[in-house]
């Protein structure tokens, strides 16, 4: 059983395109996050989220929008898909995020190559 | 300036050499991660650690908080480690991590 799982694992559409990464982890974790891989493999944060509630939210643009329907899920919806959008996303999860006052080890999903264009 | 610094960038080695990765952090920070990306992509966690020294297998990570240095060790290296490594800090009032660029490694047989 595949502890976080994506979907899908390669994505290619047009400029302008909307579209949407699903995640879901089954670790019983409280805590999900989503990074941006980009072309020189360099990771970034964009958004976590803890118990469904968003806790951080970098300078993403607005056209990306997480959604939370429970905590075991966190998709990534990404409006007007831009040139500048193709890299590999990743979803991850922790127990417990720094609400509860402790660190946790993350675990990643495989990644969703994103190619616009 | 990244506020996490890695090196070396690239590093290719003979199978059985011993192996250092360091990394620099210029914040305060709760906890240090090393991570292993593979050739296909998947990231996996290899150790968290806020202070001392943590070992697993042939794997070691060191962290000096007062210096804000850590060193990921591989000893007897094998060409099945040739991974890209990441270094990446939780701060101090987040969970947020802030990644290194990565140390891509080759061991050669």
């Known amino acids: 059983d595949t502890a976080v799982s994506q979907t899908p694992k390669y994505l290619v559409t047009q400029m302008g395109n909307d579209k949407s990464i699903k995640c879901e982890q089954n670790l019983g974790h409280d805590t999900m996050y989503w990074y941006k891989q980009d072309s020189k493999k360099f990771l970034k944060i964009m958004f976590s989220y803890n118990n469904k509630e968003l806790i951080i939210n970098e300078t993403v643009p607005n056209r990306f929008s997480p959604k939370s329907p429970d905590k075991a899920h966190l998709n990534l919806h990404i409006n007007s898909l831009e040139l500048g959008d193709s890299a590999v996303y990743f979803c991850a999860s922790s127990l417990r995020g720094w609400l509860a006052g402790k660190h946790n080890e993350q675990f990643f999903g495989p990644g969703t190559r994103l190619t616009v264009l | 300036k990244n506020e996490v610094e890695q090196s070396p960038q690239n590093l290719t080695a003979q199978e059985g050499e011993f192996i250092t990765i360091n990394c620099s952090y210029s914040v305060g920070i709760s906890a240090l991660h090393w991570l292993q990306q593979h050739p296909g992509g998947g990231i996996v966690s290899l150790f968290m650690?806020?202070?001392g020294k943590k070992k697993h297998g042939r794997l070691i990570a060191t962290i000096n908080i007062q210096e804000k240095h850590s060193s990921l060790h591989i000893t007897a290296s094998h060409p099945r480690d040739s991974a890209v490594y990441i270094c990446?800090?939780?701060?101090?009032?987040?969970?947020?991590?802030?990644f290194g660029a990565g140390t891509i490694l080759r061991v050669k047989s």
């Open positions: 990446a800090v939780s701060g101090e009032y987040g969970n947020k991590l802030v």
């Open positions: 650690l806020s202070s």
